[in-house]
């Protein structure tokens, strides 16, 4: 399997164990003596490679007789760099197993077991993740739920995958989430209305915001005939009007102008009174002045 693939799979495996039963970081990583044994022959950076399978720090811790196993392979190469490794860089797990009562260490089986599974409930209290290279032991504790496994072949460190055992732990509860969910729907649907109105605040909000910023959009024109341009049309000459004499009166646009056009219409008035009518030019008047005198002639 390609290595960035794995660790996908790891990260995701690491999330599930986190969502179930409340893995934190810095992850607590017990060691037994094989397995740093192992890393020290392979001359792999065992801290590292830890945080790198599990996607987050580590805390390593070691029981008292997996380093009484350690002391007992001091003959065998590389055993002593794994032994001054363990007690630098590991916590000590306090097993309980001291050694006046007990001479001999216990197996890695029964020492890991009561560390992981105090109470022999199949449950990992104190949630272990557990790097064990002894196939038997791993298969005792995949019976524990939620039990993540790491082990060491051909210097690659590999994650098991969730064991049966806490996969069906991990649906069952995922089950019961759902029917509790089903079973409320009022509250379910009263959080999403309150939801829904939440968002309506903020969107009403954001746009009184976006609209003090920007300024107001003009109004779209409905589609229709298009008009002419106004200033290629020529614009219309209105007509002056006519008096009753024919005399064009201009426009009476304001009072000024309106007053002078009736003076010039009264002095016109007055001259055509004084004018003289034709016949040899004599007036009436100059008529009725020389019959008088005729007739005082005659008597």
């Known amino acids: 399997m390609p290595r960035a693939k794995r660790s996908k799979q790891y990260r995701k495996l690491m999330e599930q164990f986190s969502m179930g039963w409340g893995f934190r970081e810095p992850y607590q990583v017990l060691v037994d003596a094989d397995f740093i044994a192992e890393a020290n022959k392979c001359k792999m950076d ?5 945080e790198d399978t599990l996607h987050g720090q580590v805390k390593p811790m070691i029981t008292q007789c997996s380093m009484r196993h350690l002391y007992g392979r001091k003959s065998e190469p ?4 794994a032994i001054e490794q363990a007690k630098t860089h590991f916590e000590r797990r306090r097993c309980g197993h001291h050694p006046d009562e007990y001479p001999e260490p216990l197996s890695a089986l029964e020492c890991i077991h009561s560390v992981v599974d105090p109470k022999d409930n199949s449950a990992n209290k104190h949630r272990y993740v557990c790097a064990i290279n002894d196939d038997a032991v791993r298969s005792t ?3 524990v739920a939620g039990t993540p496994l790491v082990y060491i072949r051909r210097s690659v460190m590999i994650m098991e995958p969730m064991a049966t055992v806490s996969a069906k732990i991990r649906s069952k509860e995922e089950k019961s989430k759902f029917r509790a969910e089903l079973k409320t729907p009022g509250s379910k649907r009263k959080r999403e209305d309150d939801d829904d109105s939440d968002n309506e605040e903020d969107e009403k909000t954001s746009a009184r915001a976006a609209g003090a910023d920007q300024p107001e959009k003009k109004k779209k024109k409905g589609r229709g005939p298009k008009e002419p341009n106004p200033l290629a049309v020529k614009k219309k000459k209105s007509k002056p009007t006519l008096d009753g004499q024919g005399t064009k009166m201009p426009k009476a646009k304001e009072p000024e102008a309106a007053t002078q056009v009736e003076g010039e219409v009264e002095a016109s ?4 009174r004084r004018r003289k009518h034709g016949n040899g030019g004599v007036s009436a008047n100059d008529d009725n002045a020389a019959e008088a005198h005729a007739v005082d002639a005659e008597d």
């Open 46 to 50: 065992l801290v590292r490679r830890l």
């Open 78 to 81: 590389g055993v002593e760099a």
């Open 141 to 143: 504790l995949r019976q």
């Open 269 to 272: 008035k007055r001259k055509r």
